[in-house]
């Protein structure tokens, strides 16, 4: 009996790596000519993500609430050969988002692609955070790809299917301390991404959520901090740049534009975030318990400057400029992270 129980898990496990294989194979896409709409496209991780599609013959729609970053980031994909429009848009705003969708189907004549990649960080503890915080977070991780899928659905539709990029984090699989408004945000974009994963494939649509790993895409300089803002920017830094913990931009954009092409329903980006995922599905009391241990003994105390807000630029320490964060400040250069005029 043991035996044939082993032949027939092996058998099982077989006829799922082939059926998956197949299914990947044919629902491969594409993007020469194709319509990509990235929010949040003009600086780190949707700008690579863009200049990805665009090396592949994609029409782009960036959109920004930065008219500077637009600007380069616009130039930049244009000297690359790539045909984009660049949209001043807030994503929290619904009629913002409603108008980026309309304004890439009056443009190239439709949508093929939607990546949701808009985001915001603010960190610091918990006493800190206020409703504000939350909110702004709901608005961009939450509202803001529920509006742009429901304004991009009825055209995909129309176009015999498409693909829907949803950029959650590992702090939407596994709370992190001092994230508190960011992870429960990212929940909530994990849980509408997943239901929109079942419920869209009949339509030929298919739905990826993402859950990146820390990524060196030199975000850190223009994340908000809150409490003791340069401790929480030190550790926030540092974390971004050691590579065991971290993860080249480039190579966790590649396995993003490709996990898109055949349709996949979930990534998780890099190693560490994927070890962190299954131990703590294997043995959540303990993770939580690791957890709070950090929270108490390494991550700062409340205090500093409250509940205001400082970027990360804002909080530099001799830490947050010394070597040990140069991956990450020599990425802040190469994505637009900084402008000429700061």
């Known amino acids: 009996m043991k035996t044939i129980l082993k032949w027939a898990a092996v058998a099982a496990a077989g006829a799922y790596v082939v059926s998956r294989t197949a299914?990947?194979?044919?629902?491969?896409?594409?993007?020469r000519g194709k319509v990509v709409v990235i929010t949040g496209g003009s600086r780190g991780l949707g700008l690579l993500l863009a200049r990805?599609?665009?090396?592949?013959?994609?029409?782009?729609?960036?959109?920004?609430?930065?008219?500077?970053?637009?600007?380069?980031?616009?130039?930049?994909?244009?000297?690359?050969?790539?045909?984009v429009e660049a949209v001043h848009a807030d994503v929290r705003l619904k009629v913002a988002v409603e108008d980026l969708i309309r304004t890439a189907v009056e443009t190239y004549g439709g949508i093929d692609v939607l990546v949701n990649n808009a985001g915001v960080i603010q960190v610091g503890p918990m006493e800190e955070m206020t409703e504000q915080d939350y909110d702004e977070a709901m608005d961009t991780h939450f509202?803001?790809?529920?509006?742009?899928?429901?304004?991009?659905?009825?055209?995909?539709?129309?176009?015999?299917?498409?693909?829907?990029?949803?950029?959650?984090?590992?702090?939407?699989?596994?709370?992190?301390p001092h994230l508190a408004p960011y992870c429960a945000s990212k929940f909530a974009l994990?849980?509408?991404?997943?239901?929109?994963?079942?419920?869209?494939?009949?339509d030929n649509i298919f739905v990826t959520t993402v859950y990146p790993n820390l990524i060196r895409t030199g975000s850190p300089r223009n994340a908000l901090f809150k409490g003791r803002n340069t401790e929480e920017y030190t550790w926030f830094a540092l974390g971004d740049s050691l590579p065991l913990l971290s993860q080249s931009a480039e190579r966790a954009?590649?396995?993003?534009?490709?996990?898109?092409?055949?349709?996949?329903?979930?990534?998780?980006?890099?190693?560490?975030?994927?070890?962190?995922v299954r131990f703590h599905a294997l043995m959540p009391w303990l993770s939580l318990e690791m957890a709070a241990l950090a929270d108490r003994f390494i991550l700062p105390e409340p205090g500093g400057i409250g509940a205001l807000r400082a970027r990360g630029h804002q909080?530099?320490?001799?830490?947050?400029?010394?070597?040990?964060?140069?991956l990450t400040?020599?990425?802040?250069?190469?994505?637009?992270?900084?402008?000429?005029?700061?």
């Open 52 to 83: 990805r599609f665009g090396a592949e013959g994609a029409k782009l729609v960036i959109c920004s609430r930065n008219d500077e970053e637009l600007r380069l980031a616009q130039k930049e994909l244009h000297n690359r050969g790539v045909d």
């Open 329 to 342: 400040r020599r990425a802040e250069r190469k994505n637009n992270e900084v402008l000429p005029t700061e």
């Open 190 to 202: 994990a849980g509408l991404s997943q239901a929109a994963t079942a419920e869209l494939r009949k």
């Open 23 to 31: 299914a990947c194979a044919s629902r491969a896409m594409s993007f």
């Open 315 to 326: 909080s530099e320490t001799p830490i947050t400029q010394s070597s040990l964060t140069a």
């Open 143 to 176: 509202w803001a790809p529920l509006h742009a899928m429901y304004a991009a659905l009825p055209v995909m539709r129309g176009r015999g299917g498409g693909r829907i990029v949803n950029i959650s984090s590992i702090g939407g699989k596994i709370a992190v």
């Open 253 to 276: 954009a590649d396995r993003i534009i490709r996990t898109c092409r055949h349709g996949g329903p979930e990534l998780v980006t890099g190693l560490p975030a994927a070890l962190a």
